[in-house]
């Protein structure tokens, strides 16, 4: 198994292909790397055939071009074994599950699905043909959310409390592209907003109830034709409508209290005029924990009673369990990062080379995915619960989505989706 590597494609050669191609530059240029891109899909010739020339100049070899999958894995044969899914977040449930029917093992981009019921169909699906389903989801895996992760475990603050984590900005813009407002496919407290989702749960454990609301705010989005992150969109951008209409909310305000008895209030508002603010904060019975945010390198800030404050290297002193696995380590230049100035794409791709290398790597050992699908399943709940609560006038509970008990905002996707038969009047 030593020096085997795991064939895959690339399925969706949109803006969030073109990051990934690089995350696999740099798995390539690593010295574990255990992943081969041998083809590339989409229906659109266009950007199948530019991610297969671009693939060529970072990776050494174009690999083949296709515009659906039953064909190449017919073609390819044994020759393929994984899929990585970029689709919009609406087509991930039937794109993924395709691949997974067509006996390939699969990353996922977040979220894992369009609604809870999408993502028990891949999740199910998974199961059944025995096939590995990770979900890319990236911001667990920046060394700062790391350390700050062993920081809580360790006790740094004493017992955690209440988190606070608020997005706010956003304004009338659109960001990106058109279907990140419309209900459907996700908008953006949802395709956005489960990265913040997941990071609560990765920071603070499982979820009890949820209280809270969704609002959309700012029904016309105006086009900014701006370049998205990265400067991926910028040729997508410029291509859409000067304004949209949006259908699906752009806002949540939620209320969440853990197993643990501890509480967060989490706001994710993409509708916000004036000034924006970006805020995740810890407090605990012995201190406080500052985050920079994601995928910026910043230092977090260890806030202790007795007025004692530790944004520096001391940090570390706080967290001995805190350790990056190999690839990590040679990615960021060590064990024990605490802050790094890669600039966005870099930072990026280093992530997206971590998630690539454990897709390989529970391929070849059979291993669990950190982020499978009912860890992705139970974020996505979190993100939906303070739609479904406000529609039901109640809190909500994890088991309640999962099992689609409080469903009101994602019956009409379902319905539309197929994936829930309409009721008869």
């Not at 989409?42 to 297969?52: E, Q, T, W, Y």
């Not at 969440?256 to 508002?269: K, V």
Request: hydrophobic share 40%.
């Amino acid at each position: 198994m030593a020096g085997e590597r795991v064939t895959y494609a690339a399925v969706g050669c949109g803006g969030m292909g073109r990051r990934h191609l690089r995350g696999m530059a740099k798995l390539y240029q690593s010295s574990m790397q255990n992943m081969e891109m041998v083809a590339v899909c989409d229906p659109v010739a266009a950007s199948a055939g530019r991610l297969a020339d671009e693939a060529k100049d970072l990776l050494g070899a174009r690999p083949r071009v296709y515009s659906d999958v039953e064909t190449m894995t017919r073609e390819m044969g044994g020759d393929l074994r994984a899929a990585s899914v970029t689709t919009d977040s609406g087509t991930h449930h039937s794109v993924a599950t395709k691949c997974l029917e067509l006996g390939l093992h699969v990353m996922c981009e977040k979220p894992i699905a369009v609604t809870l019921r999408g993502a028990a169909l891949m999740i199910d699906t998974a199961r059944r043909v025995n096939r590995t389903l990770s979900i890319a989801e990236n911001y667990r895996r920046d060394p700062i959310n790391r350390l700050a992760r062993a920081l809580l475990t360790d006790g740094a603050i004493g017992t955690p409390r209440l988190m606070i984590e608020t997005s706010i900005g956003g304004s009338n813009q659109m960001f990106m592209t058109p279907w990140r407002y419309q209900k459907r496919s996700a908008s953006m407290p949802i395709d956005a907003g489960v990265h913040e989702a997941d990071i609560i749960r990765y920071y603070m454990g499982d979820v009890r109830t949820v209280w809270g609301e969704s609002r959309l705010h700012e029904k016309i989005r105006h086009n900014p034709h701006g370049t998205g992150p990265g400067g991926f969109y910028a040729m997508y951008q410029n291509q859409f409508p000067d304004q949209i209409e949006a259908t699906g909310d752009d806002a949540l305000y939620a209320m969440i209290t853990f197993q643990s008895g501890a509480i967060c209030q989490w706001i994710h508002d993409h509708a916000g005029h004036g000034r924006p603010m970006h805020q995740r904060v810890v407090y605990g019975s012995a201190g406080s924990l500052v985050s920079p945010g994601d995928r910026n390198g910043r230092p977090l800030v260890l806030h202790l009673d007795g007025g004692v404050t530790i944004e520096n290297e001391a940090i570390l002193d706080h967290a001995p369990s805190y350790r990056l696995n190999p690839l990590a380590a040679e990615l960021w230049g060590g064990e024990r990062v605490w802050t790094y100035s890669f600039e966005f794409n870099e930072t990026d791709a280093r992530i997206m080379a971590l998630e690539y290398h454990e897709l390989g790597t529970c391929v070849l050992t059979g291993a669990k995915p950190e982020v499978d699908g009912d860890t992705a399943r139970r974020a996505l709940a979190l993100n939906y619960a303070p739609f479904e609560a406000g529609r039901l006038g109640r809190p909500v509970t994890t088991e309640e989505m999962i099992s689609g008990r409080a469903d009101p905002y994602q019956r009409e996707i379902d319905v539309e989706l197929g994936l829930l038969r309409p009721v008869a009047v």
